[in-house]
DNA sequence: AGTATGCGATACCGAGCGGTATCCTGTGAC
DNA sequence: GTCACAGGATACCGCTCGGTATCGCATACT
């Protein structure tokens, strides 16, 4: 099954590393041998790649769902979105590790117009465009452009998992929420938690 | 020689991955065979552990005197600071592309007290306290605990160096400043740039 | 029932790697 | 000048892994 060879090798590569495991352990992990995971992806890469399509596409749904149906003045706003992605964050350690790993391969493969490099843009104008809704249906004007706020939302997103992994207790749940709520804070709005 | 070494595989390791290059590969990129390798480091892995050693003694006071020497509003500060940063990160590309592999290690690794754990809580512990000094010395408030303004700059520049390697041109270079500087803003202080 | 199709298992190959054992050579002590 | 030694080169081993060729078997179609 296509399915569970995905999922055991988001699994197998995410724990052991994609070098780290072999095309044996991920075909094992899912209850199959060699044979069925070159019958299917015809090579080892192209396991990978489609591996790559797959999760990007789930994590940019993710990214999606989670600015939308945000209610409130802005930084409430923004301190759910912030609680709402370190809860994914956290529950999901795999993925980031998975996804660090990918983004490497990505970088050095050096082809520009991965499917890594097309799926971040998207993620990235899309997070940019809620934002900027966001902003004018509270009234509020942002600080930074709405792109910029997007991309530090997304380094947040991953440089808040990096040091997740390293300690759990270390990174406060609401943190992430916090910061994000200073960041759009109205100049003169003294209102502090 | 064993800087040559050091440097080469810092090198390698980065473009290649720790797995994709061979020891063969690191010693010859210092001009050298596997045997220098092997008399001075004993195993791969003893290279990597020097590796991480050297790598990150130097990465620690490069933070350091990042958060050193700096004068003005706690808000010119934070520029400043984001600047410094930005412009290390910038340069030096490699140098995360390793870090985020050693990282990964260690995390897989999952044994307590490795190096990499070691030296991040100092940075951090450091940063902390400069970051805690400055506000004192700039009579400003923290809207955050310094601790976890720390982590944020440390997750801020992992995550923008990640963005920065994937697409240099779609991180401004001052935009870490200008977080950085909007994090510090006092409620009230309506300067804007 | 017979047959075609395709998924997955099995056995095998070649290459590249980490690691080791041994040899070579330049350098310093006396 | 001789000797000892350490840093490094060379040759080699064994193992693991990606990849391939082939086979077996279940399902579906006629």
Redesign the interface.
């Known amino acids: 099954m296509r399915r569970a060879l995905l999922d055991a090798a988001a699994h197998e590569f995410a724990?052991?590393?994609i070098?780290?495991a072999s095309v044996d352990d991920v075909a094992a992990a899912a209850g199959f041998t060699k044979g069925a995971v070159y019958s299917h992806f015809g090579s080892k890469d192209g396991l990978v790649d489609a591996l790559v399509e797959d999760r990007t596409t789930a994590y940019l749904e993710a990214g999606l769902t989670a600015v939308d149906g945000l209610e409130g003045a802005l930084d409430v706003r923004a301190r759910a979105l912030g609680d709402r992605l370190s809860a994914v964050g956290t529950e999901q350690g795999d993925w980031h590790?998975l996804f660090?790993?990918l983004?490497?391969r990505?970088?050095?493969a050096a082809e520009p117009g991965g499917v890594?490099?097309r799926q971040?843009d998207a993620l990235?104008a899309a997070v940019a465009d809620a934002i900027s809704e966001h902003a004018e249906s509270a009234g509020a004007t942002l600080?930074?452009p709405a792109a910029?706020l997007a991309?530090?939302v997304?380094?947040?997103?991953?440089?808040?998992a990096?040091?997740r992994?390293?300690?759990p207790d270390?990174?406060?749940p609401d943190?992430m929420g916090?910061?994000l709520a200073?960041?759009v804070?109205q100049?003169?709005?003294?209102s502090?938690s």
Not at 187 to 190: E, K, L, S, T, V
């Open positions: 724990r052991r590393g070098d780290g590790l660090f790993e983004w490497q990505a970088v050095r890594l490099g971040r990235r600080p930074l910029d991309l530090v997304m380094a947040l997103t991953n440089g808040l990096v040091e992994l390293v300690g270390d990174v406060a943190l916090r910061v200073l960041l804070q100049p003169g709005d003294a502090r």
